[in-house]
């Protein structure tokens, strides 16, 4: 029985890898940002656009982001 319990446990691992990384792609692909600059016309320049992304990691390849979600 403790075997059967260990074998789909790490049976269990790529599969939620696989999860995750097919939500963060579908995420990744879809159109628009997370920072919408339409909604605040005016309001916010292109630095503090530019300093939002940096601070939400957005300015980095996919993969360091994937890999970030992951850690999180």
């Known amino acids: 029985m403790g075997r059967y319990i260990i074998r789909r446990l790490v049976q269990a691992v790529p599969v939620v890898i696989l999860i995750t990384l097919l939500s963060f792609v579908l995420m990744y692909a879809t159109p628009g940002s997370f920072i919408n600059p339409l909604e605040y016309p005016g309001q916010i320049g292109e630095e503090q656009m ?16 994937y890999a970030d979600c992951l850690a999180n």
């Open 50 to 65: 530019n300093s939002i992304r940096h601070n939400l990691g957005l300015d980095k390849p996919w993969y360091e982001q």
